[in-house]
């Protein structure tokens, strides 16, 4: 059995006979079936699971997806109630963390059943996540390693007269060119005073609960 189909298997035990997943978030997608697919989606029933894509992706999602059957679309939501029909879904469980409102209120017009908006199927996908196999132990460690080297490598070209931007392009270039596939997320660079300067907010939640902290008290709590 392959990771792709244990995982969807964990999903599947917690369905009830006329529930579906509807998992839209293109790292879930990935997590599930191998493919990253930002325009499609994938429909996990307790017998089966669907990915959804167009015409653009039809023929990598084939060769790539062996766990999930692949049903292409013109009008996603058209193909998406068929499937719901077929298996007689009558309520479908969403990424309560994932779905925007505006797109939550667009579901709930085209699809044809019932939309079942909380944390269930999105805290059975994250805590499925927490548990790495080796393969994505190996993967964490080679991310570091690429990190560690190009940061070792991009201090060499630190000194005065460059800009924080210059800093972080060849950042980028040096992990890329180690091997890296692209940038986790957007790059930070600061120098200087702006340690100090740059001012972070959050609210406990409470009446009087608004907090602040620099970015030089946040790295002194949480190097990482």
């Known amino acids: 059995m392959s990771i792709f189909e ?3 298997g964990k999903v599947q035990c917690d369905l009830k006979a006329n529930q579906a997943a509807l998992v839209t978030d293109d790292i879930s997608i990935f997590y599930f079936t191998g493919l990253p697919n930002s325009e499609g989606s994938l429909l996990i029933t307790q ?31 058209d193909v998406l109630n068929e499937l719901i029909s077929a298996n007689d879904i009558s309520e479908i469980l969403l990424e309560s963390d994932k779905v925007t409102l505006s797109k939550y209120n667009e579901m709930k017009k085209f699809i044809k059943a019932d939309l079942k908006d909380s944390n269930e199927l999105s805290e059975s ?13 190996d993967k964490l460690k080679k991310a570091q390693n690429i990190a560690e080297k190009a940061y070792l490598e991009v201090l060499k070209i630190v000194k005065p007269g460059i800009t924080e931007r210059q800093i972080a392009l060849e950042l980028e270039y040096l992990m890329k060119k180690n091997g890296a596939e692209k940038i986790a997320f957007d790059l930070i660079t600061v120098t ?6 740059k001012v972070y907010y959050h609210h406990s ?19 990482e």
């Open 192 to 197: 200087g005073k702006k340690m100090d300067q």
């Open 6 to 8: 244990k995982r969807l």
């Open 47 to 77: 017998d089966e699971s669907y990915l959804l894509v167009d015409f653009r992706y039809i023929e990598v999602a084939e060769n790539t997806v062996k766990t999930s059957k692949v049903v292409m679309f013109s009008n996603p939501y």
């Open 205 to 223: 939640g409470w009446i009087g609960g608004m907090k602040t902290a620099t970015l030089k008290e946040k790295l002194a709590k949480k190097p």
């Open 125 to 137: 996908i994250n805590s499925l996540r927490l548990i790495k196999t080796e393969d994505e132990v």
